[in-house]
């Protein structure tokens, strides 16, 4: 049988022990979740030294933290749940860095060239060497990839993963008694981040796929209401005395949307969603998003 793709998280929330007694036990309980459930992550910011939980929504989130607190008898904090942006490139772009320094009485050296150039949407990423073995020996050509696969993780806008280009290695230079791997990996990170910079970077935020079932007389509410929340109506359908619309709607806009709907049509529509793609955020939000 073919193996099962299973989406990417879209939606984050931070958690942590009430005690510092109640950390194993919520770390468990945490292992043993993830490994019930394909679609939801436990991941550490290395920054901030939180610890996350990553799934497909915010009910996902909801009902892990439910069943923690109560099958488990976890005590813990949850913060709010928040949304898991991505950064990307729009042009071609190139950077080159040269590390030499000394570092614990001994010099280390090396110099990485490279290019950039944004993909299509959901291609991923992708490393290519285009240089010669007298420039970089083959030696450090897998620390040179670990250091650009460590520098697409934290990209440079507000430290989201970059996803979504090709990054490919042009140029180089090395010394046989100063050039050691720790200075390739260092110099193509550096390299990354100049490039980055000169390619126009952006952010990508998560758009999901959204189906609304919703009474005829409440149909213009509906569609008003998804207006006011990015949303694109992609088609809608006639069913008996109802309506199902489909929408593709930013995640950011969809915090709270069973109450809202609920609210605007007297409880009786209903709806889902599933995660579709990443697409760019309008210039306006973005600069709010950075500004936080």
Do not use: W
């Amino acid at each position: 049988l073919e193996s099962i793709t299973f989406p990417e998280p879209v939606i984050s929330m931070a958690i942590e022990p009430k005690t510092q007694a109640d950390k194993e036990k919520m770390m468990d309980t945490l292992g043993i979740l993830a490994d019930e459930d394909p679609t939801f992550r436990v991941s550490m910011n290395e920054d901030t030294g939180q610890t996350l939980i990553s799934g497909m929504g915010e009910l996902h989130l909801e009902i892990i933290k439910d069943r923690m607190f109560r099958e488990f008898n976890v005590k813990a904090n949850a913060g709010r749940p928040t949304v898991a942006y991505r950064e990307t490139i729009t042009s071609a772009g190139k950077g080159e860095h040269v590390f030499d320094r000394e570092i614990g009485g001994s010099r280390q050296f090396a110099s990485v060239g490279l290019t950039v150039e944004p993909l299509p949407r959901g291609e991923g990423k992708r490393v290519e060497f285009k240089v010669s073995a007298d420039r970089i020996p083959t030696e450090f050509r897998e620390a040179i990839t670990e250091g650009i696969d460590s520098g697409l993780i934290t990209g440079i806008l507000a430290n989201y993963p970059l996803i979504d280009m090709k990054v490919c290695v042009t140029n180089g230079a090395f010394r046989p008694e100063d050039s050691t791997e720790t200075a390739f990996r260092s110099a193509a990170i550096m390299a990354l981040r100049e490039a980055v910079r000169d390619a126009d970077p952006v952010l990508l935020e998560p758009i999901m796929k959204v189906e609304i079932i919703v009474p005829d007389e409440h149909l213009g509410d509906v569609i008003g209401d998804m207006n006011g929340r990015r949303g694109r109506i992609r088609e809608m359908a006639a069913q008996d005395d109802a309506q199902i619309v489909h929408a593709d709607v930013p995640l950011a806009e969809l915090f709270g949307y069973a109450t809202g709907l609920r609210s605007i049509t007297r409880g009786r529509a209903s709806y889902s969603m599933e995660p579709s793609q990443f697409d760019v955020v309008p210039e306006t939000i973005q600069k709010e998003i950075l500004s936080r």
